[in-house]
């Protein structure tokens, strides 16, 4: 992909890019729309580092974008309150129907409903397998051990999340044993949190052979999920029952994990956004520093 985009780097691609990140809010709307449209915050860090490697991204676009890419995701736990699993091997037929056309964009877009087709479609199978095993020995006994600390319960939606590489996916898993009273609020709010730790993994291992400019971004990413998931952890009970209240009114359990999700990613975004030059500038400077 860098190579590609090293080809394709002329004067239009980088007045375009350039414009639609002109300045760290215009980097973050774009971070969210683009996140919105492919429904994947891995996805998004893979282009934005290969963007950086073939120099059309700076250090602050790249990072904001990846900033936005977080609040882009949210979308699809609401997605997943729609229960449109069921259509799931619609969107697939439909896709493939696209895909037999020769334009470009048609074939894109069949794509797109294929990957959803078989993300709902996942979803949909893991929902009938809980249904299954809920009540089994070991499924308490993982229950159990998920439960015991917000600790416990972080590093399990961080591993689940690394291991299956979707934040989304692991995220529908929380809002499902929720929803089927499994887990209690706070659980599924820390397994929500560790899902965005965990779905991190990728962008390092997208930054492997990336510049040191691209892989500065994802560490800074990878700091600001970290750090907002863990400052989140610590005020789980107070933010819990702000959700609690919330459920009170959409009565939707599935609803309020999303909404969790939602809300942690913006407000982690707001206090990010005042101290982002800050954070630059210095990740900058260390870069500076190595150089020479």
Not at 73 to 95: D, P, W
Not at 227 to 252: Q, R, S, T
Request: aromatic share 12%; glycine share 8%.
């Amino acid at each position: 992909m860098r190579e590609s985009l090293i080809k394709a780097n002329n004067q239009k691609l980088r007045k375009l890019l350039q414009k639609a990140t002109g300045n760290k809010f215009k980097a973050l709307l774009t971070g969210i729309l683009t996140t919105f449209l492919i429904q994947s915050s891995s996805g998004v860090t893979a282009i934005v580092v290969a963007l950086m490697g073939a120099n059309i991204l700076s250090l602050s676009q790249g990072v904001m974008v990846m900033i936005g890419s977080n609040i882009g995701t949210t979308t699809t736990a609401f997605i997943f309150t729609l229960h449109i699993e069921k259509y799931s091997l619609l969107f697939v037929i439909i896709g493939y129907f696209f895909m037999m056309f020769k334009k470009r964009k048609l074939q894109n877009l069949g794509n797109i409903l294929i990957g959803f087709g078989f993300l709902f479609l996942g979803i949909d199978i893991m929902n009938i397998g809980f249904e299954r095993i809920i009540g089994t020995n070991l499924f308490t006994n993982l229950l159990f051990l998920l439960s015991n600390n917000r600790f416990t319960a972080l590093l399990g939606g961080t591993l689940i999340s690394a291991a299956i590489q979707s934040s989304s996916a692991t995220i529908g898993i929380s809002q499902t044993l929720y929803e089927l009273n499994s887990i209690t609020i706070k659980v599924a709010v820390s397994i929500m949190l560790g899902a965005n730790i965990g779905t991190t993994i990728a962008s390092l291992i997208a930054a492997v052979s990336a510049s040191k400019e691209a892989k500065a971004a994802v560490y800074v990413n990878i700091f600001f999920n970290l750090v907002g998931a863990l400052l989140f952890l610590i005020f789980l009970d107070p933010f819990c029952d702000v959700l609690g209240y919330l459920e009170v009114f959409i009565k939707d359990k599935k609803m309020t994990i999303a909404y969790a999700h939602l809300l942690f990613n913006i407000i982690s975004t707001i206090v990010f956004y005042f101290i982002f030059d800050k954070i630059v500038r210095r990740t900058d400077q260390r870069l500076f520093v190595k150089n020479n």
